[in-house]
């Protein structure tokens, strides 16, 4: 299943938040190593790219701070090409790439309110676990989650589990608004067809998945450049 798909699974969502500012959306799980970092990454992509809307992401993944070191990254790598240097002139003509903050979780209060009318969208990316101090508060700044899953049963429990807590714990007392399961780094041989109508059942879960496909763990997944349309 192409990328795409999981944005436009999402556009619901899109459409009803379009006139509104600074909505918060994170890639969450209790778990690492489910492509958290990386689908955020490239909804911020598509967002800014395709679709033209002001965006952030919120690095809060301490200690990696995976996202924003890409970036470094990134922009250490554009002036030693020159056609990389031709693309970034191009693209950014007359705006700047879009913003990523590093920040810790008791920060994360402050650089909210100081972002948050400047953006539609604002992705926060955290470390998967719960068991660190300010992660239920970050969790009610957030308005949409989007929940990882690996196609194992560990996984599978694991996420429910954590969309319970959400919805139990979280919803009440924070500006939630949804939140959807999908699975993440499908195989090619799978048996998810079958496994989506039962589960979709208990959970919200996206009638679409995104593919086990190296290209968006890699190329696809620039802070500065769009992904291919191509591929879309």
Same mark, same amino acid.
């Given at each position: ?10 556009? %619901? ?13 994170? =890639? ?5 190593? !489910? ?7 490239? +909804?911020?992509? /598509?967002?800014?790219?395709? /679709? ?31 056609? &990389?240097?031709?693309?970034?002139? +191009?693209?950014?003509?007359? @705006?700047? %790439?879009?913003?990523?903050? @590093? ?19 604002? /992705? ?34 694991? *996420?429910?589990? /954590?969309?319970? =807590? ?5 919803? %009440?007392?924070? =500006?939630?608004?949804?939140?959807? &399961? ?20 208990? !959970?919200?879960?996206? %009638? ?10 890699? *190329? ?13």
């Amino acid at each position: 299943m192409q990328f795409g798909a999981i944005v436009y699974a999402i556009h %619901p969502v899109y459409t009803q938040t379009l006139n509104t500012m600074g909505k918060v959306i994170s =890639v969450a799980s209790q778990k690492g190593g !489910v492509g958290k970092s990386t689908t955020t990454t490239l +909804l911020a992509n /598509f967002f800014f790219f395709h /679709f033209n809307l002001k965006v952030a992401i919120i690095d809060a993944d301490y200690a990696q701070f995976s996202i924003s070191k890409r970036r470094e990254d990134e922009l250490k790598v554009v002036p030693k090409s020159q056609k &990389l240097q031709s693309a970034y002139k +191009l693209l950014y003509t007359d @705006r700047e %790439p879009y913003h990523i903050v @590093r920040t810790k979780l008791k920060n994360l209060d402050a650089v909210l309110e100081q972002i948050i009318d400047q953006y539609d969208y604002i /992705f926060l990316d955290l470390a998967g676990t719960m068991y660190q101090p300010g992660i239920f508060n970050a969790y009610r700044k957030i308005n949409h989650f989007l929940i990882p899953v690996a196609k194992d049963n560990f996984s599978l429990k694991s *996420a429910i589990e /954590f969309y319970q =807590v959400i919805t139990r714990k979280i919803k %009440p007392r924070s =500006v939630y608004e949804s939140c959807f &399961l999908y699975f993440n780094r499908v195989p090619r041989r799978h048996r998810i067809h079958k496994m989506l109508p039962i589960i979709m059942k208990k !959970v919200p879960f996206m %009638p679409i998945y995104m593919s086990e496909y190296l290209i968006y763990e890699t *190329a696809y997944r620039s802070t500065l450049f769009p992904i291919p349309k191509a591929k879309m």
